[in-house]
């Protein structure tokens, strides 16, 4: 059984930083490229991040480049979202997923798993 479990969020002030980890099992998480996508109340969901399988290869969105760093631990199996200079736009609940894509990919539907998330909120 795959299990992604996100774990990291909380409160915090604009212009933190936090840290979002993510814990796989159940899948051979070296082969396959990880996301990271958030959804704010009243929105959809959307890409914030993404990394191939062997970490070398990233993708950011417009709104979070510069301020975030995806990166992954293939002997943990876990990926990882630092975020800093939060901003209360960023106010959102996060998930990973893991993709067959082993690029990645900025697109939800390309995801065959995903965690529970984790909710993120920034205060002003």
């Known amino acids: 059984q795959v299990q992604l479990v996100e774990t990291g969020g909380g409160l915090v002030r604009a212009g933190g930083s936090l840290r979002l980890s993510c814990a796989a099992s159940g899948l051979t998480f070296s082969t396959k490229g990880m996301g990271w996508f958030r959804q704010a109340p009243g929105k959809e969901r959307e890409f914030v991040a993404t990394i191939s399988w062997t970490g070398r290869m990233t993708n950011y969105a417009d709104s979070v480049k510069g301020r975030f760093t995806i990166s992954r631990d293939n002997v943990k199996d876990t990926v990882y979202l630092q975020m800093n200079s939060l901003k209360p736009e960023d106010t959102a609940v996060y998930y990973c997923?893991?993709?067959?894509?082993?690029?990645?990919?900025?697109?939800?539907?390309?995801?065959?798993?995903w965690g529970q998330g984790t909710q993120v909120t920034v205060s002003s």
């Open positions: 997923a893991a993709t067959s894509y082993v690029y990645g990919n900025n697109e939800a539907r390309a995801y065959n798993y």
